[in-house]
């Protein structure tokens, strides 16, 4: 509209006449074309605000695309945090469940402790009692040693002392079988023991690595959460 102006200008200019001219001259003041050429000048420059106000108002649209875009993208990790944080109580619940079946293990594990104590007491009772057997025979030995050298007249007694030793010694059989039987079982509840130990390191690592995996799940929500406020920023 404005070029539209500045063509009839000039084209009104253009067709005064020489004499027209000079008396448009002798008629109007002395600085009409000057003011003419200003108002041609200011109608130029307003054509190129113009053009410059259009590719700006281009730009500002083409900034409305990007934001509206940028704002879809923050949604988007919105919903990618809300699923992360989700995630992480999940987490949080399963670590939970681990630590208390680690809690029930172990108390599991000072039961046994306490039953192998109770074993081992038992054991050192049967050796002591074992000792006693065996000091027991070899004074029942030294018996018969003296009892060999009057054999002939004391070989009635001898020969019952000889049955004493034989019970003696089939009641230290009968201990040692005992004490055996015990030791195997001290052996069993050790095993048991080393397995249920093996379990419990085998579930403590499973719940360091669990915790591993949240640490990581929140390392990266925290740096999602750094990215989203960088972007709405």
């Known amino acids: ?21 000079v008396e448009c001259r002798q008629a109007s003041p002395p600085d009409i074309y000057a003011e003419l050429r200003e108002i041609t000048a200011s109608l130029v420059q307003l054509q190129t605000n113009m053009t ?11 900034l409305k695309t990007e934001v509206d875009k940028q704002k879809t993208e923050v949604d988007k990790l919105k919903t990618e945090v809300d699923k ?35 074993q081992k007491v038992e054991v050192d009772k049967q050796k002591t009692e074992v000792d006693k057997q065996k000091t027991e025979v ?62 419990v390191d085998q579930l403590k690592t499973e719940v360091d690595k669990q915790k591993t995996d949240v640490d990581m799940q929140k390392t990266e929500v925290d740096r999602q959460k750094r990215q989203q406020q960088g972007i709405v920023l």
């Open 84 to 118: 992360q944080k989700t995630e992480v109580a999940k987490l949080k619940t399963e670590v939970d469940k681990q630590k208390t079946e680690v809690d029930k293990q172990k108390v599991e594990v000072d039961k046994q402790k306490t039953e192998v104590d109770k």
């Open 52 to 62: 410059l106000l259009q590719r700006e108002t281009t730009g500002q649209a083409q």
């Open 1 to 21: 509209m404005e070029i539209s102006a500045s063509f009839t200008l000039l084209l009104l200019l253009g067709s005064v006449s020489p004499s027209e001219s």
């Open 138 to 199: 070899d004074k029942q030995k030294t018996e018969v040693d003296q009892l060999k050298t009057e054999v002939d007249k004391q070989k009635t007694e001898v020969d019952k002392q000889k049955t004493e030793v034989d019970k003696q010694k089939v009641e230290v059989d009968k201990q040692k079988t005992e004490v055996d039987k015990q030791k195997t079982e001290v052996d069993r509840l050790k095993t048991e023991v080393d397995k249920l130990k093996t379990e």
